[in-house]
Nanobody, 115 residues
Framework: QVQLVESGGGLVQPGGSLRLSCAVS????????MGWYRQAPGKQRELVAR???????IYADSVKGRFTISRDNAKNTVHLEMNSLKSEDTAVYYC?????????WGQGTQVTVSS
């Protein structure tokens, strides 16, 4: 059974930083592409960042230069380092694993950027 559990969300002031983590149980991590998505109120879920098994990364234009995705294959964990946060980054952030055309999702963690 595959489970994705996010942590690290919270309230932060504009310009601040947060680090999200996603722990993956089950045997898929080493073979799966991992990603972070977010969904703001009234908006569709959107890709924030993705990392392949080989470490290649892609980012949404809105977060390039501010966010960094990384994976720790020894700990079955993926991280999202978020810096210079803006109010428009406020959303529920979801961890995603993709393998063999199957998508797995975490329950989401709230990130609120506000003064």
């Amino acid at each position: 059974q595959v489970q994705l559990v996010e942590s690290g969300g919270g309230l932060v002031q504009p310009g601040g930083s947060l680090r999200l983590s996603c722990a993956v149980s089950g045997s898929i991590f080493s073979a799966a592409a991992m990603g972070w998505y977010r969904q703001a109120p009234g908006k569709q879920r959107e890709l924030v960042a993705r990392i392949t098994t080989g470490g290649r990364t892609i980012y949404a234009d809105s977060v390039k230069g501010r966010f960094t995705i990384s994976r720790d294959n020894a700990k079955n964990t993926v991280h999202l380092e978020m810096n210079s946060l803006k109010s428009e980054d406020t959303a529920v952030y979801y961890c995603n694993a993709g393998l063999d055309y199957i998508e797995y999702w975490g329950q989401g963690t709230q990130v609120t950027v506000s003064s």
